[in-house]
């Protein structure tokens, strides 16, 4: 199975919204509505900040949002604080009973 | 607060078995859930390895399933992996973690460096 396609990286000033895709197939992302998304800071085990496509775990901040068109999934920060640079996984289950994770997206704070 | 805690040798020669296990605790391991191997080269991105439920049906990525066993001991509130053959792209960060079903990985070990060098 191939990773999903995110991009390197994806940079923002404080208080700006960014958005980073997932692109997959429609054995995967396109095909169920079981894609979660992880923050990792360095040398941390990954967080997960979204599952369903578009669920909060409690206790994750509302400006994470999740949604997904067709094989592409997306996460959306908005108010970009600096605490948010850190690196962010997207994950889907396939339909070979697996789970596939995404390339990874470094998000850099200006 | 659920706990998962990785455990096994750092450094592993090549050709030979990398075995770790993740011990739960605080809860049950015996529940509806599942409890997943994920890995991490330094300086490089997640890759799932694979999952097993209590009951021990298990499911593994293709690209490596013909290396990895993962095996469940609900006495111990323990799941284990194996990985035969090993080489020296097998050095990563190996976490253990428990997903709710399709919906993600909500509790993490804290990772466990496995080198494979001679």
């Known amino acids: 199975q191939s990773a999903l396609t995110q991009p390197a990286s994806v940079s923002g000033s404080p208080g700006q919204s960014i958005t980073i895709s997932c692109t997959g197939t429609?054995?995967?992302?396109?095909?169920?509505?079981?894609v979660s998304w992880y923050q990792q800071h360095p040398g941390k085990a990954p967080k997960l900040i979204i599952h369903?496509?578009?669920n909060r775990p409690s206790g994750v901040s509302n400006r994470f949002s999740g949604s997904k068109s067709a094989n592409t999934a997306s996460l959306t920060i908005s108010g970009l604080q600096a605490e948010d640079e850190a690196d962010y996984y997207c994950n889907s289950y396939t339909s070979s009973d697996t789970y596939v994770f995404g390339t990874g997206t470094k998000v850099t704070v200006l | 607060q659920l706990h998962l805690q990785e455990s096994g040798p750092g450094l592993v020669k090549p050709s030979e078995t990398l075995s770790l296990t993740c011990t739960v605790s605080a809860g049950s391991i015996s529940s509806s859930f599942f409890w997943d191997w994920i890995r991490q080269p330094p300086g490089k991105g997640l890759e799932w390895i694979g999952s097993?439920?209590?009951?021990?049906?298990?499911y593994y990525n293709p690209s490596l399933r013909s290396r990895v066993t993962i095996s469940v001991d609900t006495s111990k509130n323990q799941f284990s992996l194996k990985l035969n053959s090993v080489t020296a792209a097998d050095t990563a960060v190996y976490y253990c973690a428990r997903r709710v079903g399709g919906s993600g990985s909500d509790y993490w070990g804290q990772g466990t460096l496995v080198t494979v060098s001679s």
């Open positions: 097993t439920s209590y009951s021990g049906t298990t």
């Open positions: 429609s054995s995967d992302v396109g095909g169920y509505n079981y």
């Open positions: 369903d496509v578009s």
